[in-house]
Every structure is written in C-alpha cells, then in structure tokens.
C-alpha cells in the first residue's frame, strides 16, 4: 500500500489538496482557494500578478478602435442587407 | 439557479436592444421593397440598435461574471458580481462586436448567422479567460474552445426550438390574460383581441422580441458552464473537484 501524499513544503504534513497550476501536493497551510480552484502560494501570487499588471496602452487603443469600427460596420450592413432583402419581395 | 436574481439586470440591459430590433425590422416591413429608398430611416435606427448593444453587453458580462462566481462557490455573489475587469469587458465587446458584423456580413449565407450565433456564445462564456488587453487572444481562446463545434452547434439548435417554445408560451399568456380581464367590467377585450393577432406585425416582433429577451439568461449560463466544463477537462480540475466534493461528505 503506498504511503499518503504529503505537502511539498511541509514534508511531515499530509497532503489536503493539489495546485491546479503545478500539481503540487499542499498541506492546508499552504493551500488558497481563489475563485473556487486551489492554488499554492507562488502560483497565486504568480496569477495576481497577471491580472494585476496593467494591458499595453496600444492594445486598449487597439481594442477600442477596433469594437466601434466593428459597430459603426455592423450598423452600416444591417441596413444595406436588410434592404437588399426587402428589395427581393 | 443561485444567479437568477442578476437575471434581472441582464433583461433590463437587454430590453432596449432587442426592442430597437423589432422597431428597425417593423420599419423595414413599412417601406418593403422601397428600402433602398429610406436609408436615413433604418440607419438612423440601425445607429441607435448598435448603440444599444453597448448596454446589453455591459449587462451580459455582468451576467456571465455571476454564472461563474455562483458556479465556483454554490451561492450567488454580492456585489463581486458588478466587478468584471476592464480587459475581461474589452475583449468581450470586441469579440461580440465582430460577431454582430459577422453576423449581418453573412445573412445571405443562411449558415453564416449560424455560426456568428455560435461564436457571440463562445465569446461571453470565453470572456473572462481574457487577462490581459489584445486583440488577438480573444478570437485565439474562441478558436480554442471551438475545437469541439459538436456542443455549441448543439446549443444552437436547442435555443432555436426554445424560441420557438417560448414565443408559443408568450401568445398564449396574452391570449389567456384578455381572456381573464374580459370577466372585469368595463374592459374593452374584442379591441385588445384584435390586437393580439397573427395579422398584427408589432405584436409578433414584440412577441419575438420579448422571446430572445426571456431566454438570453439560459443562452448565457449555458455557455459558462460550458466554457468551464472544457477548461475543467483540459486541466483535471473536474476530477479534483470531485475529490473535494467527496471529502467534504464524508
């Protein structure tokens, strides 16, 4: 029978749970549950990091730019296909 | 369904698009085949129906960002639910924005709006895997969660025939409601009857209006879910879950 998993940190712990990012086997100490997954402390802090860290400003501009051209296009072939249908009946 | 109380922000957000809809095809149905004829008429409604979408999709994402929280921690959240991140909004008005264009691009197509259908529901179950501004990640997590097509293609039709359903369930509602106001004294029901008709072309765009607008809350959790339930088989996140699930009972 194989022995019980234990905590990567803390080897005299037995393991509660696994970091969905690096598998690793954590004691409850070590850990976190953020938005329902486990996570160990460097991977949580890794993902903060990720969302915290600030978008380019060229990509805003980016996305901006491109989502009302989008719109302002959506807006112009709505009304040329819807025409060019009616004009079929 | 612990998110169904933001359900009502999601229709609130959702009315003004939908029934800008109904009034741009109900004005297109007046100047018939003369359209070409009226392009200030419908562009200045097309203007206003695009304008309104910007508010739906402020209200889906709140929406979706729920499902997700209540998903995660059985409960609905408080006010967490109103903070969906900037890059998580921007992609997804970028995303449903292409998917509006791709949509109208490929009416004539008949399988085009399909599949514009079938990516705007990707794109606000895919919306909060965006961390980060760009305008390539977005479409590259779609494309990624559209390896399967079999799912979303199911989803598809399975809300179609909901629309369907619900539309029937709407006719009927009003019918039955002259019907039991008709026993009040002083109601006018052959005028109200002869305005829930078939024959009435405002009553069934409203009526359809009001179809898309009932079933949008279900179109959208059904795609969280299965955004999530693609990720939990990518990472194993399923089966830990389920390990969890486990100790907790015994």
Same mark, same amino acid.
């Given at each position: ?32 549950? %953020? ?24 990509? %805003? ?18 009304? %040329? ?6 004009? %079929?009946? | ?10 229709? $609130? ?8 809809? =109904? ?22 409604? $097309? ?13 889906? $994402? ?91 293609? $199911? ?12 539309? =029937? ?24 009857? =002869? ?25 959208? =959790? ?29």
């Amino acid at each position: 029978m194989s022995s019980p998993a234990r905590c990567a940190t803390h080897a005299e712990r037995p393991a509660y749970a696994r970091c969905m990012a690096c598998s690793a086997m954590l004691c409850q100490e070590c850990a976190t549950q %953020w938005e329902g997954i486990w996570h160990c402390a460097s991977c949580l802090a890794k993902k903060r990091g990720n969302v915290v860290a600030r978008s380019p400003f060229l990509a %805003w501009i980016g996305v901006i730019l491109f989502s009302l051209t989008f719109l302002y296009l959506g807006a112009r072939v709505m009304v %040329w296909t819807s025409a060019l249908i009616a004009s %079929w009946f | 369904m612990t998110a169904a109380p933001w359900a009502a922000l999601l229709i $609130a957000t959702s009315i003004p698009y939908r029934f800008l809809q =109904a009034i741009f095809l109900d004005e297109l149905f007046e100047v018939g085949e003369n359209a070409a004829h009226y392009g200030h008429l419908l562009g200045g409604t $097309a203007n206003l129906t695009v304008a309104s979408i910007l508010i739906a999709f402020f209200g889906r $994402a709140v929406y979706a960002r729920v499902c997700r929280l209540s998903i995660a921690r059985g409960h609905a959240p408080g006010r967490e639910g109103w903070r969906v991140p900037g890059a998580a909004l921007a992609s997804y008005i970028l995303t449903g924005s292409a998917a509006v264009l791709g949509g109208f691009l490929s009416t004539l197509t008949l399988l085009g709006p399909v599949v514009a259908v079938m990516f705007a529901g990707l794109a606000i179950g895919t919306m909060e895997l965006n961390e980060r501004v760009s305008v390539i990640a977005p479409f590259r997590i779609i494309l990624r969660h559209s390896r399967r097509l079999a799912i979303p293609f $199911a989803l598809v039709l399975v809300f179609f025939i909901a629309i369907l359903v619900v539309f =029937a369930n709407l006719a009927f509602t009003f019918g039955l409601g002259v019907w039991l106001a008709s026993a009040i004294g002083g109601f006018d029901a052959p005028k109200w009857n =002869a305005l829930f008709t078939t024959d009435n072309r405002r009553y069934m765009l409203m009526l359809l209006a009001g179809a898309l607008v009932i079933i949008e809350p279900f179109w959208i =959790a059904a795609h969280v879910i299965y955004v999530r339930k693609a990720g939990a088989q990518e990472s194993g996140d399923d089966l830990r879950a389920w390990f969890e699930e486990l100790r907790r009972a015994s």
